[in-house]
Structure formats: C-alpha cells, structure tokens
C-alpha cells in the first residue's frame, strides 16, 4: 500500500512497468549502438524498434518456469520481435541490464527526492522570517538555558537541510552509472563503445570499471543520503512533539476537522504526524545499514545484495517521499503559541541572565571561580524559593558590593539575546 503523501509519480518509478521499460529502453540502446558499428544490420534495428515490446502477466508466467527474471522478460520480448531478437542481449550479462535500469530508477527517484528538498526548505525559510523575533526559551538537557526565538529554530532546520539537498544531488551523481561490460566486467563480448554510446543515450556515465555489477558502496551512499535526511526530519519532528506536549505547548502540529485524538478521551489532540515520522526515521536508518552489508560481495559478484536492494531501495525512496510531504504539510499548518513561549520563559524566574550576571561580576573584577559562586548560591536560592532573581540578587549583600540596582535591572533585558538574530540570518540566507 503506497502512503497518501507519496507522489504518484515516485510510486510509479518502482512498478514493474516502469522496470521493465527501462529494461528495454537499455536493451534498445545497445541494439542502436551496436548497429552503429555495423554489426547489427539496420532493417534488424528498425524490425527491433518497432516490434520490441513485453506483457507482464507473460513475463511472471515463464519466470516461473525459468527461474529467472531477466530471461524471462527476453523471452516475452522476443516473442513479440521474431527472428531479429536474436540480435537483442548481444554479449550482455543480465546484471548489464539490471544495474543499468536500477540506477535510472535511482537517478529518477533523487530528482523527485530534491524537488521534496526544496519545498521543504521554502516552507522552512518561510517560518523563518515570520517567526524571526519570536522569543523563546532555549533548553539544554530539557532545561531552560537562555532565551532564543523561533525563527532561529526554523533558520536551523533549513541550514541542515541544505546539507540533506547537496548529499542527495551529490549521491544522484554517483549514482547515474551504468554498465554494460559483460559478465566480469572486462568486455569480452562487447566492445567499450557500446556500453559508451548507450550509456550516453540513457543519460547515464558507464562506470569506469566494474566486475559482474555496479560497486554497491554507490548505492550505499544514495542510500545514507536518504538515511541522513530522515534523521533531520526525525530532528524536527521530535522538536515538535517536545513543543506540543502540555507542560510546554508552545506549538503543535495542524488538528483538523473532524480529526479525534483518542478513543477514550475527547480532549486528546496528539502529535501523531511527527511520532509517524519518527517511526519511519527508524527504517530508513535500518536500511541504511542493509546497503553498508550490501557493499562486501564474493570476487566479481555474488546475489547476496539483490533480494535486500528489491525492498530497502524503492521503500526508502518512497518512505523519503512520503516524510518530506508530510513534515512539508506539518509545518506549513504548525500551530503556534508565542504568548505561551514569553509565559515559560517566566517560568524559571529569569534565571537565563545567571551568565550575564556572573560576566559582570567578573568585569567588576572578581575571579571567575568567585563570580559562579555567587551567582550559583543566589541561583540555587530563587529556584527553590520560587522567587525573582533579579529580587534575590538585588537583596544580597555581597552582590550589592559591585553591582547596583541599576545595573541588576540592565542586565535583564531580554532583547539582549536577540542583538545577533540578523548576522544569523544573513548568514543561513545568503
């Protein structure tokens, strides 16, 4: 079952007519090439063109006979040809054509991929600027640190994905590589020209050397890629799922008409389009690790990799598809809380400013191991009192000595921790 926010077209990449298609477009490719060096005659060609074409319920009935997909879907091929399919898999190795079609799937599923990127990336670049000087609590082990605003958060997310969008075009070239240099790799059969012309006309490079297959430490890298970014979707989904519990509820992600929470209680409005993600984070990490162990294969090839490669490939690319969709529509609906955001930053009695007082005790000129002491013994006091901060150190005798009460309310001063958020941005968008 293909989830509802998986593109068509990226389910469609991974159907057996889109496969075998490729399979044929390859198959044409080396026929061309080869009549080109003239040695298949052109009437050959032209009867191979137009006749060459396959039926799926055929090719499924004589695998099970031949026990073998790619004889089976020549097989069908020929039947529809005639006699000049004998010129069709001319000193072709099976994997020529499996590799080959695999890497034009990939190639088409990273360009979906990195369209899913960018959208992404405009939806984070959006929050970005809206919620640029949107103050809130920044946290260190759950903890409250200093204040932050939100639109820093989104500036965050947008870099990592910029990161995300150059490993995925980056994998999308590594992997546009086709072969078609016979069983080992050295072109015994076939001469180089023909893996060169075809190559150039499915858009693809021919790897530069090969054995029986593609090195598989490509597709391991098309796959980490894809692993990558669903540990920055997992990133933000858990971000958000963090906001959207009670005791902070400073955003949550869209609740729509209708939408029920929980079967027993009305009030429930979940988070459970990030808790999705992350689940699904979890599977394209696995997959991840079933493309490392694909890498290392007997001598010059063993089939070990093509059972595992038949389901983590096409269900990575269409889980990548689905997550960035989803995470897209989240946070194009997010929810958002800023008066609750400035209400949690009050909640810790603005023991944020702690650095900034014991920095101006330091400037006062006291050591810095006597400065922390300070302000951690006034610290420690405000939290456990429940009271202001600010009023215990204005109250403490010994603070009294450097600072004054003037200068104690200059340092709470929450634009403060704002003075930067333009060099950031100016930074993140260029």
Request: glycine share 6%.
């Amino acid at each position: 079952m293909i989830p509802r926010y998986t593109r068509p077209e990226m389910a469609k990449i991974w159907e057996p007519e889109n496969k075998f298609r490729k399979w044929l477009d390859i198959e044409i490719a080396a026929c061309e090439a080869w009549a080109g060096q003239g040695e298949i005659p052109k009437k050959s060609l032209a009867a191979i063109k137009k006749k060459a074409k396959f039926n799926i319920s055929r090719i499924d009935r004589i695998e099970k006979t031949v026990k073998h997909d790619v004889i089976a879907f020549l097989t069908s091929v020929a039947e529809h040809v005639g006699p000049d399919s004998r010129f069709i898999h001319k000193g072709l190795t099976s994997s020529d054509v499996l590799d080959t079609a695999l890497a034009l799937q990939m190639k088409e599923a990273a360009g979906i991929i990195i369209k899913d990127v960018k959208e992404l990336m405009a939806v984070l670049k959006a929050g970005a600027f809206k919620y640029k000087n949107t103050l809130r609590m920044g946290r260190s082990h759950g903890i409250h640190a200093e204040p932050t605003t939100f639109g820093l958060t989104f500036a965050l997310w947008h870099e990592e994905m910029k990161r995300n969008l150059s490993r995925v075009i980056a994998a999308k070239e590594v992997i546009s590589c086709g072969k078609l240099s016979g069983p080992v790799g050295t072109f015994s059969n076939i001469p180089p020209v023909i893996e060169q012309l075809a190559c150039r006309k499915l858009g693809l490079k021919p790897a530069p050397v090969s054995t029986q297959i593609i090195q598989r430490d490509r597709h391991a890298e098309f796959m980490n890629a894809l692993a990558l970014t669903a540990a920055s979707v997992e990133k933000i989904a858990v971000e958000i799922r963090h906001l959207q519990r009670t005791e902070v509820h400073e955003a949550e992600e869209p609740f729509e008409k209708g939408q029920k929470g929980s079967s027993a209680m009305p009030h429930k409005r979940n988070p459970i389009g990030c808790e999705n993600l992350s689940g699904l984070a979890r599977v394209v990490r696995s997959n991840a690790l079933a493309a490392m162990e694909n890498i290392a294969l007997w001598h010059e090839r063993d089939i070990s990799h093509s059972s595992v490669e038949r389901i983590i490939i096409p269900d990575s690319a269409i889980l990548i598809d689905y997550m960035l969709a989803r995470l897209t529509g989240i946070l194009r609906g997010l929810i958002v809380y800023p008066e609750r955001m400035l209400e949690n930053i009050r909640k810790s009695y603005g023991l944020y400013n702690s650095q900034r007082v014991m920095l101006k005790l330091i400037e006062k000129g006291l050591s810095r191991e006597d400065a922390y002491r300070m302000v951690q013994k006034s610290a420690m006091l405000s939290w456990e009192q429940r009271k202001d901060f600010k009023d215990i150190l204005r109250k403490d005798p010994v603070v009294k000595k450097y600072l004054s009460g003037k200068e104690i309310d200059g340092i709470f001063d929450l634009k403060y921790y704002t003075k930067n958020v333009n060099y950031i941005f100016k930074r993140v968008f260029k």
